[in-house]
């Protein structure tokens, strides 16, 4: 299994472009997670899914929306890029509400 | 609010020595606790997590103990190696709350050779 997989690594960003950081799993978790790390500081939860089809919002939601149209799959999407959205962007699974989470390698975003 | 924290931001150690990392939690209806452990350039990885009907849990070089009592959580990581130099992360979450883990914002643990 190649477990969580995210995709770009790296990314520069222009004030106001768009983008979507995409994210997939291949072990069958109906759980899944977005997290931005920002430098010296732990994470915080952007977005979450509890399965196909259902979305709901994390602790730092504003500027961003995700979708989840099949269990492997929850792209985050960023409409208009801010230099406050330059972080570390790591998305995660876990197979129930309380197993611990499998997290990606992440997608390091910088807006300029 | 509610809020995970961590009191030495920065731990060095020699290889060999024990190592640990503590953490505090403000949240008492917090009944799952995790420790990850972060590589540069990698993701957080699952490392042990405890239930909060224990006060100890042991892995592999790594015990986790868990004080309710003054919501203090700590990882203990024996002979400490230079491959465990990393970022470690508590979080804490409330079983009624879908996993919305709240984290700590970690510890560096830095091992001298």
């Known amino acids: 299994n190649a477990g969580v997989t995210q995709t770009p690594k790296f990314r520069i960003l222009k004030i106001g472009q768009s983008m979507t950081l995409q994210c997939t799993q291949d072990?069958?978790?109906?759980?899944m997670y977005w997290y931005r790390q920002d430098p010296g500081m732990g994470l915080k939860l952007i977005y979450y899914?509890?399965?196909?089809?259902?979305?709901d919002k994390g602790e730092v939601p504003n500027g961003y929306n995700v979708s989840r149209s099949t269990t492997e799959d929850f792209p985050l999407r960023l409409e208009l890029a801010a230099p406050s959205q330059t972080s570390v962007y790591f998305c995660?699974?876990?197979?129930?509400?309380?197993?611990?989470?499998?997290f990606g390698n992440g997608t390091r975003l910088t807006v300029t | 609010g509610e809020s995970v924290g961590l009191h030495l931001p920065t731990l060095s150690v020699q290889e060999g020595d024990n190592s640990i990392i503590n953490c505090a939690y403000s949240?008492?209806?917090?009944?799952?606790f995790i420790w990850y452990k972060q590589e540069s350039g990698k993701g957080p990885q699952f490392i042990i997590d405890?239930?909060?009907?224990?006060d100890k849990r042991q892995g592999q070089r790594v015990t986790v103990l868990l004080n309710k009592t003054v919501k203090h959580l700590s990882l203990q990581i024996a002979a400490t190696q230079p491959g465990d130099s990393a970022v470690y992360f508590c979080?804490?979450?409330?079983?009624?709350?879908?996993?919305?883990?709240?984290f700590g914002t970690g510890t560096l643990l830095a091992v001298q050779p």
């Open positions: 949240n008492s209806a917090s009944d799952y």
């Open positions: 979080a804490e979450n409330n079983r009624g709350a879908t996993n919305k883990l709240i």
């Open positions: 899914s509890v399965g196909a089809g259902i979305t």
């Open positions: 072990m069958n978790h109906n759980y």
């Open positions: 405890i239930r909060s009907n224990m």
């Open positions: 995660a699974s876990s197979g129930t509400e309380s197993s611990p989470l499998h």
